[in-house]
C-alpha cells in the first residue's frame, strides 16, 4: 500500500470516528446529596401572608360630636395612660359643672341650718315634756304642738341633706358630660395618626359606618405576628409551641417566638380556603428592633423536632416518596422510601434508604429518568 492510499484511509476512519462520537447520547449532567445525619423539624406554615400588630390599638375619638378646641398630642408623641389627648368645646358643659358645685354649697348650708333648728327644736320639746310631767302650768296642746314642730324641724334637716346629695348627683352628671367631649389615653402608648385639627368638626362613628378616628393610638411595647394557618394544619398547633417569624423586609429569621393565641373559630372567606388565625409573640428583645406594626411576615410553627435522623432535602423527592438513586456507574434507579418528620427544607427517612446513598437533586431536568445514565455536576 503506497503511503498516499495509508493517509487516505486513516483520514477516513478518523472521520467516521468524529461522526460516531458527536452523535453518541449525551450525557445529562445532575446536582447529587449523599444521605447524612442531621436535625429535622416537622413544620406548619401559613398559606397566606400574615401581619406585624401592636399589643394593643385603639381608634380614639371623643363620645360627642363637637368642635376642636385643644389638641395636645402630636403624631409620634409617647402619652401615658389617662392622659388628655383632645378636648371639644365645652365651656357650657364646665360651667354647669360650677353651678352644680356651687349648688352644693347652698344645699350644705340650707341642710346645717336646718338641722341646728331641728336641734332647737327638740331641746324646746323636750323642756315643755318635763315641766307637763312636774304639774307646772303647760297645756298637753303646747307640749303636743312642740314635739310635733321638732319633728318637723327634723324630717326638713333629712330633706335638706337629702338635696345635698342630689346636687352631687347633679354634679356627678355634668361632669360626665364634659368627659364625653374629651379623648384620654386608655394606655401607654405611641400617637401613630392625628386626623384631626383645631377647630375642625368631629364626631364619633355611627354604627356601621367606620370614619376615620381622630387618634390613632398602638401600644408597641411588645408586638405579635397574626398569620391564617389552614385549617388542617391548625389542629396540630397548640399554644406555647415554638415558631419563626419571616418578614419580606429583612434577611434573617426571627426565632424566638412562642404561638400564644389561636383563634377559636375558623375564617370562611368566598373562594379562599378555610383557615384558623394564629398569633405568635417575639419573646427576645432582638428580634423586636426595627419591627413596625403592619409589616408583612410569615409564621413557621415547630411541631415536633429530631437533632440527628437521616434526611432527604425536599428538592430531591418526587410524588409518592421517591428518589432517584445514582449508583457507582451513574446509572439512575428509581426507590421509594418511607417519610417522617417534614418541612419545606428536609423529610426524615425512616426505611427504604441509607447514610450514604446518593440521590438526585435535579428531578425535574429534562431526561433525569429511571434507567438514565448521567453525569455528576462538580
Partial sequence: MSKKTLIIAVSLVFAVALVIYSRRPRLVEVEIHTLADGEVQATVANTRVGTVKACRRAYLAPATGGQVAALHVRESDKVKQGQLLLEVWNQDLKAQVELQKAQIEASRASAEQACYLAGGAEREAERLSRLQQNKQIVSVEQVDKSV?????????????????????????????????????????????????????????????????????????????????????????????????????????????????????????KEKQARTVEVEVTLKDPKDLAELLPGYSADIEVLLAQKDRALRLPAEAILENNRVLLIDDNNVLHEKTFQPGLANWNFTEVLAGLKAGDRVVLSVGKEGVVDGAQVSIKP
Fill in 148 to 268: 310635733t314642730g321638732s319633728k318637723s324641724q327634723r324630717a326638713a334637716c333629712r330633706a335638706a341633706r337629702l338635696a345635698t346629695e342630689v346636687a352631687g348627683a347633679q354634679l356627678a352628671v355634668a361632669e360626665a358630660a364634659v368627659r364625653r367631649t374629651m379623648v384620654l389615653a386608655p394606655f401607654d402608648g405611641t400617637v401613630a395618626e392625628v386626623n384631626a385639627e383645631l377647630g375642625e368638626f368631629v364626631t364619633p362613628s355611627p354604627p356601621g359606618i367606620p370614619t376615620l378616628p381622630p387618634i390613632d393610638l398602638l401600644d408597641v411595647s411588645c408586638l405579635t405576628v397574626s398569620a391564617p394557618i389552614d385549617e388542617v394544619d391548625a389542629a396540630a398547633i397548640r399554644t406555647g409551641m415554638k415558631a419563626c417569624v419571616s418578614l419580606d423586609a429583612f434577611a434573617d429569621k426571627r426565632c424566638s417566638g412562642v404561638v400564644t393565641r389561636i383563634a377559636p373559630y375558623v375564617l370562611e
